[in-house]
């Protein structure tokens, strides 16, 4: 492997825009970068794969993911394709945040799927299923259940009361 294709694929892959771009977790102005630790990387570019692995903190902007390791595969002409995080992924923004243990994203089609014991948190609020699909295109958040169905837990920042009906209300019930 050359010296010169190594730093290529590393430059391309940081200066690409990272995972949530649409959403607004990542800036896309000159200033954004994409700092990536590793305890170590491996660059393939007959098969066009680089692998980071062992404790992976990716952080662009707001957004940080964590995992054990970090797969990118990207097109011929350094083009990022999808990127598979693995192992204990924990992906975070402000309050926001998914744990599983694999996410794929695909560039293409910009869509993020979550897997192996997903679960989103927004603050307090969580959702768990057996797949988490976010489409970055069009907003759209889908959770699959499995054999234990989709389970959410929503607090509300008001009390849920119920009223006694009113006399109004029991007239015209009657």
Known sequence: MRINSYFLILIV???????????????????????????SLTVNNKKNIAVFTGHVVAIKGGLKILSSALKVIYTKKNKIKMLIATGKVHIIKGEDNITGGRAVYYDKTRIAVITENPVAYEGKNKIAGKKIIINFKT???????????????????KSLTVQKPSAENKKEKK
């Open 139 to 157: 907003g759209i958040s889908t959770v699959i259940g499995g054999k234990k169905r989709v389970n959410a837990v929503v607090y509300s920042n």
């Open 13 to 39: 892959f940081l200066c690409s825009a990272f995972l949530f771009q649409s959403k607004g977790y990542c800036s896309a102005g000159p200033q954004s970068k994409t700092n990536i630790t590793s305890d």
